[in-house]
């Protein structure tokens, strides 16, 4: 489900809970509890089943909390008075009410960033024509205990493959255009310049704005002579990183690239 329907839904069954048990003569007290707790409970159990992130969880919790506290406010009034509202009520209403907007339009620009109308009045514009911004939350950094054991392996890496010299050259990510097919050649040459045959070569084409746009390990058969090639189409315009590798029996060679993904017209 997508936060608008688990959001809403909630709200809808906070609502529907109160008012059914006010039907049974259920108090206005336990009315609240009880519509509070039971969506509360039930989006837990959905969340254990579908991680959305802490940040979302708390969103729910919060917004079901508020609205029941809300109805709660409301119906603690007398039936039988007449009187207007107290402005207390009204106030910390309103200020739930204020709350919740905030709070949806933070996650939403968090999953989905700032509107491309919106987002050329606020930020800078793109150093490449046609490249765009995403605004959206990237997602974190994994940062594991052997951090620097990595780095050691990196680096270690990169001795090997200076040893191997092998050269790759990629064509076909000059004028790349969203939504539309590219067909990506590498051609693989060992230090000699003899082509490299029989190679194991794959393509990741990485989003640095966000990582839930990822292509990795997209094929690429050999066409003879070292040359790989494969197809891709990308959905969204804006900066990539075209990573390319290699494997050969024992020996590993990898190459990076940035890459400027144009917008359609």
């Excluded at 049974?24 to 609240?32: D, M």
């Excluded at 990506?184 to 704005?209: G, H, M, N, Y």
């Excluded at 315009?237 to 075209?242: M, Q, S, T």
Aim: proline content about 4%; hydrophobic content about 50%.
């Amino acid at each position: 489900m997508t936060l608008l329907e688990t959001l809403f839904g909630g709200l809808i069954l906070v609502a529907l809970l109160y008012f059914a048990l006010k039907l049974f003569g259920v108090s206005n007290y336990w009315r609240g509890v009880v519509s509070g707790v039971f969506p509360i409970m039930a989006y837990i159990g959905y969340s254990m089943v579908q991680w959305p992130g802490g940040e979302v969880v708390s969103m729910h919790v919060a917004v079901y909390t508020a609205t029941a506290t809300v109805l709660t406010l409301l119906g603690s009034r007398k039936s039988k008075d007449n009187q207007p509202l107290h402005w207390i009520p009204k106030l910390i209403t309103a200020f739930f009410v204020i709350l919740f907007i905030i709070m949806a339009n933070l996650m939403y620009i968090a999953s989905r960033g700032v509107s491309p109308s919106i987002a050329k009045w606020l930020l800078p514009p793109a150093k490449h024509a046609g490249a765009g911004s995403n605004t959206a939350f990237p997602g974190v950094v994994a940062h594991e205990g052997d951090a620097a054991a990595a780095v050691n392996q990196h680096l270690k890496q990169l001795e090997r493959q200076r040893k191997l010299g092998w050269q790759v050259e990629l064509v076909g990510l000059e004028q790349l255009k969203q939504n539309q097919d590219h067909t990506i050649v590498v051609r693989l040459k060992d230090k000699q310049q003899a082509p490299v045959e029989a190679a194991t070569v794959s393509l990741s084409l990485l989003r640095p704005a966000t990582a839930l746009e990822d292509q990795k390990s997209i094929a690429m058969p050999a066409i003879g002579g070292g040359v790989y090639q494969a197809v891709v189409k990308l959905q969204n315009f804006g900066r990539w990183v075209a990573v390319v590798d290699v494997s050969k029996g024992d020996d590993q060679f990898q190459v990076q690239k940035n890459v400027i993904v144009l917008k359609s017209e």
